[in-house]
């Protein structure tokens, strides 16, 4: 027999055949070993029976509140996590914040140094011309 507890969910009755007590085949009706052996589990049976119950027992006193503490400690950790998340997200756009601001004055005195360069460049290039032209002077009035 199969229990629907939803359209989707289909739910399979519990297995209760090892709580079966069973008695020795007939061919072992006479054998002490065998009954022994029925007897010991049993026992096992029942010991294990007690033992379902008291565990029942202590989680209907105090299965409540250990519940609710375990779901207040769950609730606390939450938000402590949720704490050292905002903070290490703050601590992130601070130290990009920080990078950006270093990145953007590396930029200018990049851009600086380059025009900079570029000025010395084309001085460069100037004086050489200038070399030239007063080098081929120099020959041409020694020619004279």
């Not at 007939?26 to 029942?46: F, G, L, S, T, V």
């Not at 029942?56 to 400690?73: P, V």
């Not at 130290?95 to 084309?122: V, W």
Request: aromatic residues 6%; charged residues 30%.
């Amino acid at each position: 027999m199969i229990f629907l507890i939803s359209p989707i969910i289909e739910c399979v009755p519990l297995d209760r055949s090892r709580f079966d007590l069973s008695h020795p085949a007939k061919e072992d009706e006479n054998n002490a070993m065998a009954w022994n052996k029925c007897i010991a589990n049993a026992k096992a049976q029942y010991n294990h029976q007690i033992i379902r119950q008291q565990n029942l027992d202590l989680l209907s006193t105090y299965g409540k509140d250990t519940w609710l503490e375990t779901n207040k400690n769950i609730i606390a950790m939450g938000n402590q996590l949720d704490t050292e998340i905002e903070a290490a997200k703050k601590k992130i756009q601070e130290l990009n914040q920080y990078r950006r601001h270093k990145q953007k004055r590396a930029a200018s005195r990049l851009n600086q140094h380059e025009a900079q360069s570029k000025d010395y460049l084309m001085r460069n290039a100037l004086l050489e011309t200038e070399l030239h032209r007063l080098d081929h002077e120099i020959k041409r009035t020694r020619r004279f």
